[in-house]
């Protein structure tokens, strides 16, 4: 399958493209600097591509490909930026990293995720701004709880938004366990067009 992923120097995107790559894929690694990647391996391209650029976007996603986003932020603006150059530029499927307690999982998460709005502020509206313009395009959104750096775990699962449990700041979730998820979903997909929660 070909996959592009985007934000792939970050510390998700990376395990995106690792994953990815062990599973046989051909990847279209994206990063504003596409030699902080740091991995080579004969199926990834690397380009360079810039979410406040669209055509640098639009430039490197083929018609065909899954866009996995491991796109996160400091500064406001920058997702919904993503969001929107990704969806104009037209792949066959998007598959994006959100948070979770916010938009669409926000009843979903309770009382608990009031927390959020200490840690994230003015980047929430940002977030569901970019969430709503990939369910708007068919493509599925994963909110994740707290991330953390551990290995996949092997009891890990994917829910959707009538299974999830309350927020809890203490429940982490590792990376490479969301980028299992959201390639999973690539591979075979089960939410298109609705959020879902990777579980460890």
């Known amino acids: 399958m070909n996959l592009t992923v985007l934000a792939a120097s970050g510390r998700t995107g990376h395990a995106l493209t690792r994953q990815a790559l062990e599973r046989g894929h051909t990847v279209t690694a994206i990063a504003r600097d596409p030699q902080s990647i740091g991995l080579d391996h004969p199926n990834l391209r690397k380009v360079a591509g810039d979410v406040s650029d669209p055509a640098s976007i639009a430039a490197a996603v083929d018609a ?13 603006g920058v997702l ?13 499927r998007i598959i994006w990293l959100g948070a ?16 959020l709005w ?25 909110h994740a709880g707290v991330l953390s750096d551990e290995p ?32 999973d979903e690539a591979e075979e997909p089960r939410f298109p067009g609705a959020v879902a929660l990777p579980l460890a």
Request: charged share 20%; aromatic share 4%.
């Open 80 to 92: 919904s930026d993503g969001a929107k150059a990704v969806v104009a530029a037209g792949p066959r």
């Open 152 to 183: 996949a775990s092997p009891g890990r699962r994917t829910v959707g938004l009538d299974d999830a449990p309350p927020f809890d700041l203490g429940a982490k979730v590792s990376r490479d366990t969301v980028a299992a998820a959201m390639l």
């Open 100 to 115: 979770y307690g916010t938009g669409a999982s926000a009843d979903a998460a309770g009382e608990g995720a009031g927390v």
């Open 64 to 76: 065909d490909s899954v866009v996995l986003s491991g796109l996160g932020t400091d500064v406001a």
């Open 118 to 142: 200490k840690f994230m502020g003015d980047r929430i509206p940002d977030k569901i701004v970019a969430d709503n313009a990939v369910l708007a395009a068919g493509g599925t959104v994963f």
